[in-house]
């Protein structure tokens, strides 16, 4: 059977509108700001709403609350008879013991910043819409996806290969590949649900900075370079849901981690986006 995929941005970096379309993805390049726009955009009767503003929020919270708050209850009304898969976030959650394995589903938001806060706004518009049409909604709260270009462990691993200090107040994460990510991205289609269903996504593992750094300096054989002192909380989620759902993550810590120290040591080239993870305070 034959899926038509579309791609919805502005496309602002070079080079990916094209590989989109050379795989085959047909490309809308729009503002979803503009509400023209956004209203002559196609129908769909599955949507993966990925759009929203983190970085640079500390700097323009307007705009952060616009694209993060507003926006959705645009897109929301605009697709009310399509399934939508939501991406949020991990950071509405407050920040956990690092002893207690994660924050669950049940968990009640407590976002910090205001980035968070504009995130949790995101998911209310969601919520609203898919009480008021019945549109089935998923709110898939991501906590830190990974590949070889991007990531915390990109952070870590650099690091410790550039002789750079490692803060370890936020001592402790959770991570995903992002392949496996993508996946359960794609299969949580058949999840959503109304009222909106809410789904943890993330790794199984609570990692220590500290570990991960000392890891990363035996693959490089370089001496990780610390500051500060860990924390008994941090950003954790517990995604017990998501892998009764859809199984573990494919792809293991030690395997992101090798597969990141070859790409590193072959010279492989990184997105330069950093993650803040380490941000206690929610300034983006």
């Given amino acids: 059977m034959n899926k038509k995929i579309i791609a919805i941005s502005r496309f602002r970096e070079e080079g990916v509108q094209e590989q989109l379309n ?39 919270a307007s705009l952060t609350w616009a694209m993060n708050t507003y926006l959705p209850g645009r897109v929301a009304e605009k697709y009310r008879s399509s399934r939508i898969v939501v991406f949020s976030s991990g950071n509405v959650y407050p920040m956990t013991s690092i002893y207690q394995g994660g924050v669950t589903e049940l968990q009640a938001p407590e976002p910090t910043g205001e980035y968070a806060q504009s995130v949790l706004g995101r998911e209310r518009m969601f919520q609203y819409f898919s009480g008021l ?3 089935p909604v998923l709110l898939y709260r991501l906590n830190f996806a990974v590949d070889v270009t991007y990531g915390v462990l990109v952070e870590i691993g650099s690091a410790v290969r550039e002789h750079r200090e490692i803060d370890l107040a936020m001592g402790h994460f959770n991570v995903i590949w992002q392949g496996d990510a993508n996946e359960i991205a794609i299969r949580s289609l058949h999840h959503c649900n109304t009222p909106a269903k809410i789904l943890n996504v993330t790794g199984p593992e609570t990692i220590s900075v500290r570990w991960c750094a000392e890891e990363f300096g035996r693959l490089f054989g370089e001496q990780p370079l610390f500051k500060n002192e860990e924390q008994s909380t941090s950003y954790l989620n517990n995604a017990a849901e998501s892998f009764k759902l859809f199984g573990y993550p494919r792809v ?8 990141l120290a070859d790409w590193m040591s072959s010279g492989g080239k990184k997105l330069n986006k950093p993650t803040h993870f380490q941000e206690r305070k929610g300034k983006y």
Wanted: aromatic share 4%; glycine share 6%.
């Fill in 22 to 60: 050379n795989n085959g993805v047909e490309t809308i390049n729009a503002d979803l700001l503009n509400d023209r726009e956004l209203q002559s955009l196609p129908e769909a009767e599955n949507v993966l709403y990925m759009a929203g503003m983190k970085f640079g929020t500390k700097d323009n």
């Fill in 133 to 135: 049409h019945h549109t």
């Fill in 252 to 259: 293991s810590l030690k395997e992101m981690m090798e597969l």
